[in-house]
């Protein structure tokens, strides 16, 4: 080194030790320079092992962060003399990634979880809550964040997370049996064999979103529900309810749909290879992908004219279905809600409808010969001229509904309430009443050899009824309109008559009521 006494640069002793001052100060921020360098290096480092599990998008918003930051230190370093202290000033959205990376190594407890969101912590994006338990939960509310957040096999059962945001998350293996999932954006998130069994979907958003494996069996999809580009590859899709979802580039590969709902289901560029779509129903409506061979996948018209003889279709919602003329002879529709549908001219006979719904149906001169209706509701439906010889229809709920001209020959009505009812000009021959309230209109119905045995008629209109050879022993027929009605050979034993009009009546001996 020159001697300062020598060297012209320098003037006097003070400006070398200035100089030397200088120089150590900027050793000392080159140091630090290095360390928060190798620290920048360590989180790339980390950055680049989770590249192929974490989302590309997130991926490329860290680089570019850390790449600016780099930059930042670059023009520190060449401009040292603007460093008036001898410490850097790590940038405070640096320290709080710092803790939300520390979030991610390590689990967080349940009661860590709720301690923190009692201190007003809703935003749980990036942290590590896999395996937690908030079953039952109501965690309802758009400020709620679990973007990013790793939920793996959560026991998320019966949680209500409406409006939630689990963006991007992973929550493979999650139990979310039964879960509310109105309005919550699960774009993105990993759903791999999670359990969404009887979980409610409204409104929720799934874009690009992997199901793979998930069991959706008998869910609701159709209220408005974003699947697009989605992964349901060898998902269990049974008996879902997909009617009008729009499948559009979504993979259902390998994914199990038999009796699923697709009715005006639009699978425009979905995947279908390998699927199962047995017994699966769809309309003319329903859009399949080109070159889809709708004869192998052995799946259910539900149209006009369509053929489903002994067809099962037991359980499957097919409200306001047109199916004029349809053969469903021996078909199986126990549980089936056919609630507005249209079975107008329709063959049912000997069909199972047993506990099903065709509240409001439409089944002008429909045949139900020897079907089954235990038990159906067949409340306010029109049933004008349909032909019910020998159907079972006892305990059905007839509440409204309209017999006009209709065929109950030998049919068993049992136990059944006629409230409102029209049977006006309907044919019961030989039918069984026993046991039954009625309440409506019976003019000019045939009840010919009838069993109305300890059966309710009180009020009703049963004028010029054909009562011939009926069995009416212990019948209410107080306040009973029986003008003009026809008696002949009834045994009206223990029938109570009491304020009875039978004006024009014929009685049991034939003889004419005055």
């Given at each position: 080194?020159s001697?300062p006494?020598l060297?012209?640069l320098?003037?006097?002793?003070?400006?070398?030790?200035?100089?030397?001052s200088?120089?150590?100060?900027?050793?000392?921020?080159?140091?630090?320079?290095?360390?928060?360098?190798?620290?920048?290096?360590?989180?790339?480092?980390i950055?680049s092992?989770?590249?192929?599990?974490?989302?590309e998008?997130?991926?490329?918003l860290?680089?570019?962060?850390?790449?600016a930051?780099l930059?930042?230190?670059?023009?520190?370093?060449?401009?040292?003399?603007?460093?008036s202290?001898?410490?850097?000033?790590?940038?405070?959205?640096?320290?709080?990634?710092?803790?939300r990376?520390?979030?991610s190594?390590?689990?967080?407890?349940?009661?860590?979880?709720?301690?923190r969101?009692?201190?007003?912590?809703?935003?749980?994006s990036?942290?590590?809550?896999?395996?937690?338990?908030l079953?039952?939960?109501?965690?309802?509310?758009?400020?709620?964040?679990f973007s990013?957040?790793?939920?793996?096999?959560?026991?998320?059962?019966?949680?209500?997370?409406s409006?939630v945001?689990?963006?991007?998350?992973?929550?493979?293996?999650?139990?979310l049996?039964?879960?509310?999932?109105?309005?919550?954006?699960l774009?993105?998130?990993?759903?791999?064999?999670a359990?969404?069994?009887?979980?409610?979907?409204?409104?929720t958003?799934l874009?690009r979103a992997?199901?793979?494996?998930?069991n959706?069996?008998a869910?609701?999809?159709?209220?408005?529900?974003?699947?697009?580009?989605?992964?349901?590859r060898?998902?269990?899709l049974?008996?879902?309810?997909?009617?009008?979802?729009?499948f559009?580039?979504?993979d259902?590969?390998?994914?199990?749909?038999?009796?699923?709902?697709?009715?005006?289901?639009d699978?425009?560029?979905?995947?279908?290879?390998?699927?199962?779509?047995?017994?699966?129903?769809?309309d003319?409506l329903?859009?399949?992908?080109?070159?889809?061979?709708?004869?192998?996948a052995?799946?259910?018209?539900i149209?006009?004219?369509?053929?489903?003889?002994?067809a099962?279709?037991?359980g499957?919602?097919?409200?306001?279905a047109s199916?004029?003329?349809?053969?469903?002879?021996?078909?199986?529709l126990?549980?089936?809600n056919l609630?507005?549908?249209?079975?107008?001219?329709?063959?049912?006979?000997q069909?199972?409808f047993?506990?099903?719904?065709?509240?409001?149906?439409?089944?002008?001169?429909t045949?139900f010969?020897?079907?089954?209706?235990?038990e159906?509701n067949?409340?306010?439906?029109?049933?004008?001229?349909?032909?019910?010889?020998e159907?079972?229809?006892?305990?059905?709920?007839?509440?409204?509904a309209?017999?006009?001209?209709?065929?109950?020959?030998r049919?068993?009505?049992?136990?059944?309430?006629?409230?409102?009812?029209?049977?006006?000009?309907?044919?019961?021959?030989?039918?069984?009443?026993?046991?039954?309230?009625f309440?409506?209109?019976?003019?000019?119905?045939?009840?010919?050899?009838?069993?109305?045995?300890?059966?309710n008629?009180?009020?009703?209109?049963?004028?010029?009824v054909?009562?011939t050879a009926?069995?009416?022993?212990?019948?209410?027929?107080?306040n009973?309109?029986?003008?003009?009605a026809?008696?002949?050979?009834?045994n009206?034993?223990?029938?109570?008559?009491?304020?009875?009009?039978?004006?024009?009546?014929t009685?049991?001996d034939?003889?004419?009521?005055?």
């Amino acid at each position: 080194m020159s001697n300062p006494e020598l060297d012209p640069l320098w003037e006097t002793p003070n400006d070398y030790h200035r100089l030397v001052s200088q120089v150590e100060q900027l050793q000392q921020q080159q140091n630090v320079l290095v360390k928060y360098l190798a620290e920048l290096k360590r989180r790339l480092d980390i950055l680049s092992e989770r590249f192929d599990t974490r989302p590309e998008l997130e991926e490329i918003l860290k680089l570019q962060d850390a790449l600016a930051r780099l930059q930042e230190l670059s023009l520190i370093q060449s401009r040292p003399n603007l460093v008036s202290d001898n410490t850097i000033q790590v940038p405070h959205r640096v320290l709080a990634q710092s803790d939300r990376d520390e979030d991610s190594k390590r689990n967080i407890t349940l009661e860590e979880f709720w301690q923190r969101h009692n201190n007003g912590q809703c935003d749980f994006s990036g942290c590590n809550l896999a395996q937690i338990n908030l079953s039952g939960q109501s965690l309802n509310a758009s400020d709620w964040n679990f973007s990013y957040s790793n939920l793996g096999q959560a026991n998320l059962r019966k949680t209500n997370l409406s409006f939630v945001n689990l963006s991007s998350s992973n929550l493979e293996g999650a139990q979310l049996c039964e879960a509310i999932l109105e309005q919550t954006n699960l774009a993105e998130a990993n759903l791999e064999n999670a359990d969404l069994r009887r979980a409610t979907f409204s409104h929720t958003k799934l874009t690009r979103a992997n199901l793979s494996g998930a069991n959706l069996s008998a869910v609701n999809l159709s209220f408005q529900v974003e699947l697009e580009e989605a992964s349901l590859r060898k998902a269990n899709l049974i008996k879902a309810n997909l009617q009008k979802v729009k499948f559009y580039k979504v993979d259902l590969s390998e994914a199990n749909l038999s009796r699923a709902n697709l009715l005006a289901t639009d699978f425009t560029e979905a995947n279908l290879q390998n699927a199962n779509l047995q017994q699966a129903v769809y309309d003319l409506l329903t859009v399949f992908p080109e070159d889809f061979e709708l004869t192998a996948a052995k799946v259910y018209l539900i149209a006009p004219n369509t053929i489903l003889s002994k067809a099962n279709l037991a359980g499957y919602d097919l409200a306001e279905a047109s199916l004029i003329k349809a053969d469903l002879q021996a078909a199986n529709l126990y549980s089936t809600n056919l609630s507005g549908a249209n079975l107008s001219e329709a063959n049912c006979a000997q069909a199972n409808f047993s506990c099903a719904n065709l509240n409001g149906a439409i089944m002008l001169q429909t045949s139900f010969c020897a079907a089954n209706l235990r038990e159906a509701n067949l409340r306010y439906a029109n049933l004008i001229a349909a032909d019910f010889t020998e159907a079972n229809l006892s305990r059905a709920s007839l509440e409204g509904a309209n017999f006009t001209a209709a065929n109950l020959s030998r049919a068993n009505l049992q136990n059944t309430h006629l409230k409102k009812i029209n049977l006006s000009g309907a044919t019961l021959t030989g039918a069984n009443l026993i046991g039954v309230v009625f309440q409506g209109n019976l003019s000019g119905a045939d009840l010919s050899g009838a069993k109305l045995c300890g059966a309710n008629l009180s009020q009703a209109n049963l004028s010029a009824v054909n009562l011939t050879a009926a069995d009416l022993r212990g019948v209410d027929l107080r306040n009973t309109n029986l003008e003009t009605a026809n008696l002949t050979g009834a045994n009206l034993s223990g029938a109570n008559l009491e304020s009875a009009r039978l004006s024009g009546a014929t009685m049991p001996d034939g003889s004419l009521h005055e």
